[in-house]
């Protein structure tokens, strides 16, 4: 391998090609197959798991008990079974190989942040607490960058997993519904960028930023620019009119289900093919 | 509920028929040109918060009112002050005013209106830490007396008879906050924070309270149930929910009916906004026009000391509401209609600037304060005044008709001072001079009505309602005392009737419920009708 960024990139491609051919042509018999649910089984790891809950556990009472925010409370528990985690993770690298991991890891970690965003769901649709309040469980990392950040990640092993074949028609809408995503959050945080950047002229550096809307929902762009100002396109239920919490939760169930949806079609897939 | 002194009860179902007689005058020959906008005049009046620069609270202005004080046929307008003089404006009905200085400070709500029945138009205005004062004009100055009966220093007020026995009562709100920042705990000692109501009698007025608590800057009687009965409505500052009472058989009824609110209401006009015969309900908050990040971050830090987050099933939301009546329910169709944000807003109003039959709505807004906006260029948001012009009661768009100045607009009203047929805007804005928009604008005919109660002790019959037909359109319009922000309105209705030369169908619904029909009148005149018995 040379030294080049591009060569770097076009050489890891091509190992997850190999590893998917490998996949196909050699391992029938060999490896169990990987199906969906694989992704969720932590019982093989259970020894972990209880190890994980109880250390999770000890360190989210101890912050309980030094008053540490509830955020940080959670975050022990979910830190206590990350070992057992990411061991599943490795042994799934092993059986299956890069790509399979790779895939693992967006699953659940989509799937997480989607249980994120329907806990703010609940928390202020059906606990009825207001908007700053209602931020998940890891409240904290309901943050700008935060969101940005977990887009573009997103967005880029999307790209990686479509071209190592993730190859179906919900994996074609998950890419593109994961691409719109990431345009709202890029515009999201530009603005909030450009918005610190006027606070802080204006002497109020300390000031947030956090919380304006994107394109969508309520008081969007889309609701309030010019060119739709008066149009049917500013009355259109829940495309301009939702707030921007159930904007994003919508966001994240159309992107959790789409890729659950893709993985599960792509793995029975491949499981057909290894037994034939 | 409150024990009553409330009519409560529906009218009459056969309303007693009642004879008028009416007289039209043409309006008077055009003497300023034709063109598209409104032309500014400036007034010498200045209201200002504090003389050393104006801090929130005293930065909520003062109020108007627009009334016929010394008899001539002509609006007078009368412009209130905080930390300087109030002024009245006598009106020569040729956009020439002569001003009558007084000694009356720390004005909020304004309104002209014969609480007496005496036949003369006295200025009632509440006052910030004092008792409500009632001034009498004569001969060139006005003497201002304390209201009898009335103790509490108030805010907001509006006046209609509410106890059908044909006397003009009032409705009161406190403004609790500001109080308790100023005086503590011990304020209104006398007569206590909330909303009362206040029933004229022989000799003064009899007090019910309704509650307990109010910081109301906006009162106005809309018929909330659509029995035929006016109800109270109160908007209140700061997260405090906006109040309503139904008038019932047995006294005020609490109710709460929208299912969404303005959070900071600053002012309510009812109107018939789509032609349909009923009225709705507009009600202005705080929400920026332009959401670009230059406005958002002057916008955010004064918001965030100013709003309380909100849970999702609390019914305020900080943008402008108009309540609709479809489908047996209030619905908000601000957003709908793209009318929910005009700015940092204060008084919005609607009335048919261009005389084509619907009712535009005119926003006044902006916001100064030494301390709340000390991190912006001269402690200020600085914002257009907001026109959106109403295109068959289907959508609204902004236009700019020489009605975009950027002054801190407070009390605002529309009356044609000059009888040409067109509706001219007066503002009171704060810390800047008061204004005269003469409305120039040549487009469409128009009528104005004045009703007549000779002998009766509500002679400019303020309740009335009135029905018209005119281009294929049928309108309607009330008379009132007040309504917007602060804003006394004058006993005179506009109706805009396009190209229409005449109007037909009109039906009175007098005050007591009584019903007069006039199967026409000529356009272009300021009719005046009469209540013959």
Known sequence: MNGSFVEIIIEYFNHLFRIRQTQFASTQGIVTPMRLRTIFDLRQEWILVILGVIVGGLLGFLAYINKYPAWIQAACVIAGLLPAYSKHVVDIYVKHGWWSATLTMLVAAQSFHGVEHLVQWVQYHILRWPFFKASGIISAANAEWVHFGWNWMVLVIMIVLVIGGLRNPFAYLMLAWTIAHTAEHTYLMWRYLQALQELAALGMPEVSAQGLPGFFGRDGWIATSEATRNSFVCRLPGFTTAVRLDVHFWWNVGETVLLILATETTLRQRNRTSTN | MACSGAQNGAISPAAPVVTTTSNSVPFSAQATPCGTNFVRHELPHLTIGEPAGTYVYASNGSGLAVGDVDGDGNEDVVFGNIAGTTTLYL??????????????????????????????????????FRRPVIGQYSNGTITFSDMPDVYSSFYAMNWQDLNADGKLDAVFGTYDTEQLQNQGLIFNERGGGGVFVYYRTSDGYRGERLNQQADALAIAFPDINHDGVKDILVGNDFNRRDMAWLASPTGWQSVEPFWQTTENTMSIDVADVFNTGTNAIFATDMKPYDQDVKT??????????????????????TEN???????????????????????????????????????????????????????????????????FVNHAGQSFTREDWGLSDSGSGRAMTMVDLNHDGRLDVVVNPMDGHAAIYENQRCAGNSLELRLSQPNHPNPTAIGANVRITATGLNMMRDVRAASGYLSGEGATIHFGIGSATTVSNIKITWPDGAISHIDSIPGNTLTTITRTE
């Open chain 2, 91 to 128: 009106n020569d009905g040729q956009m020439h005013f002569t001003p009558v200085t007084t000694d009356l400070r720390d004005v909020r709500s304004l309104a002209i209106v014969d609480t007496d029945g005496d036949g003369k138009l006295e200025i009632v205005a509440t006052q910030r």
């Open chain 2, 296 to 317: 958002m971050a002057e916008w955010l830090p004064a918001m965030k000391k100013l709003t309380r987050p909100l849970t999702a099933d609390d019914p305020q939301f």
């Open chain 2, 321 to 387: 509401t108009l309540q609709v009546w479809q489908y047996n329910r209030w619905q908000n169709q601000a957003y709908n209609l793209q009318i929910d944000a005009s700015g940092w807003s204060w008084s919005g109003k609607f009335g048919d600037l261009d005389n084509d039959g619907w009712q535009d709505l005119y926003v006044v807004n902006g916001m100064v304060a030494k301390d709340l906006l000390s991190y912006l260029p001269k402690n200020q948001i600085d914002e257009p005044d907001m026109l």
